[in-house]
């Protein structure tokens, strides 16, 4: 409540008020104290968001100071982050960055090998990328565009720009499973270019760790791909021009704090599908510059997006009508816990001749890529997975995805998932 603090929802109450009935609704505070709020008054009201399992929530003291506390300490510390953005986006604008030259024949040669017709859209943000790495100001641009429209050639050939000028280009991304398929898409893209690309992640052993941090400090890595591992005080580059972050959405304050160290006077390139409200303001207040990619390539078709109570025989029935016409299957199921238990039923109700597949965070990194590489290569039908698949895995051939318990995820993370079919 927004004057009396954290409280206990304890229901919904109908009580006479002047001989007429009004509905209220019943919260409950530290001590034996409750507070009825008339529906006309919910706007006071909301859910708490900051609990968490390792912050147990401690109810406010109705009539107590503590509560009055909190809201200032928060404001103060809302005001005094702005003030720092402010302070650092007015620096990074002062500070003298890098002027790309302008496109030479092997960049045009790089675009023109892309297999598929650019959109207007993501032809208007290479071009809006480009102008801004040829300024002698470090560019701060976030990309926004859909899940699949093609946000990632983008940010190739704004790699590719930054390599030709004999700088080094840094890619992060927040899950391993990502990091391995930006991999593979670039090493598919910079196919005959002499263009080092190398891959940094949870998975790389000790040995393979060292030979990428010398080779990079030595200038010999030209892209590096990789999850939270870039940010580690060990990775120093020779001659960083160019830093991609991919959903960065997924990055906490604190990795951001490490990426602006990392950042300074470098270009910074963000792509979001989903990217979050303070993103969202920075570029539209003006802090930083924003391109969008809104037109869906050629041939894509839109989403078709059902909502229902769980059942069984529709699940069956949607799952049976993608395998007929040759698709796959995403099954999500968001506890790992029992999750085979749930792609055994899956199995037992679709029958023999249907492979189904598990896939999770907690498996290591060879069972998950031999489960991915068999997802690619068609030799699972349905995949019974979490939301591991929610960042960036495109499969052109899964085209059903089924969300058991949709109302328990996020808005973003529902969309971001729905972006993979």
């Known amino acids: 409540h927004e004057h009396h603090g954290i409280g206990r929802f304890a229901g919904i109450f109908k009580l006479p008020v002047d001989g007429i009935e009004k509905d209220y609704i019943k919260i409950c505070y530290a001590g034996s104290d409750s507070l009825?709020?008339?529906?006309?008054?919910?706007?006071?009201?909301?859910?708490?968001?900051?609990?968490?399992?390792?912050?147990?929530?401690?109810?406010?003291?109705?009539?107590?100071?503590?509560?009055?506390?909190?809201?200032?300490?928060?404001?103060?510390?809302?005001?005094?982050?702005a003030a720092e953005l402010t302070k650092l986006y007015a620096a990074r604008a002062r500070t003298p960055g890098y002027a790309f030259a302008p496109d030479s024949p092997w960049m045009t040669e790089f675009e023109e090998a892309f297999g598929y017709a650019e959109t207007d859209d993501q032809l208007r943000c290479i071009q809006e990328i480009k102008d801004d790495m040829e300024k002698p100001v470090p560019m701060d641009r976030l990309l926004c565009g859909d899940v699949g429209y093609g946000k990632t050639e983008v940010a190739l050939r704004a790699a590719m720009k930054c390599i030709l000028d004999g700088k080094q280009c840094a890619i992060l991304v927040p899950t391993t499973v990502l990091a391995?398929?930006?991999?593979?898409?670039?090493?598919?893209?910079?196919?005959?270019?002499?263009?080092?690309?190398?891959?940094?992640?949870?998975?790389?052993?000790?040995?393979?760790?060292?030979?990428?941090?010398?080779?990079?400090?030595?200038?010999?890595v030209d892209l590096l791909i990789g999850t939270h591992s870039l940010l580690q005080k060990s990775v120093a580059f020779k001659d960083l021009g160019l830093l991609i972050v991919d959903e960065e959405q997924r990055f906490g304050v604190s990795h951001k704090e490490k990426l602006k160290e990392m950042s300074k006077g470098v270009d910074v390139l963000t792509l979001s599908a989903t990217p979050i409200p303070r993103t969202l303001n920075m570029a539209l207040s003006g802090l930083r510059s924003m391109s969008t990619i809104e037109e869906p390539p050629r041939d894509r078709q839109p989403v078709q997006t059902f909502v229902m109570e769980q059942d069984e025989k529709a699940v069956c029935d949607a799952i049976r009508r993608e395998l007929l016409r040759g698709g796959q299957v995403y099954y999500l199921h968001n506890r790992v816990e029992n999750i085979e238990h749930v792609a055994l039923r899956l199995q037992k109700q679709l029958g023999g001749g249907v492979s189904v597949g598990v896939a999770h965070g907690k498996m290591d990194e060879e069972q998950l890529s031999r489960v991915m590489d068999d997802m690619v290569e068609g030799k699972i039908q349905v995949l019974v997975c979490t939301t591991i698949i929610e960042t960036g895995i495109d499969i052109p051939n899964v085209n059903t995805l089924i969300v058991e318990d949709a109302d328990k995820l996020g808005l973003a993370q529902l969309h971001q998932l729905r972006g993979r079919v």
Do not use: C
């Not at 401690?58 to 503590?66: F, I, V």
């Open 36 to 81: 009825y709020v008339p529906a006309t008054q919910l706007d006071l009201v909301s859910k708490y968001i900051g609990g968490g399992e390792d912050r147990p929530v401690k109810l406010s003291r109705m009539g107590g100071a503590e509560w009055k506390k909190t809201t200032s300490r928060a404001k103060a510390a809302a005001k005094e982050l």
């Open 180 to 220: 391995r398929q930006h991999y593979q898409t670039a090493m598919r893209r910079f196919f005959g270019y002499p263009v080092e690309i190398a891959l940094l992640s949870r998975y790389s052993t000790p040995g393979q760790k060292k030979n990428i941090l010398k080779k990079t400090l030595a200038g010999s």
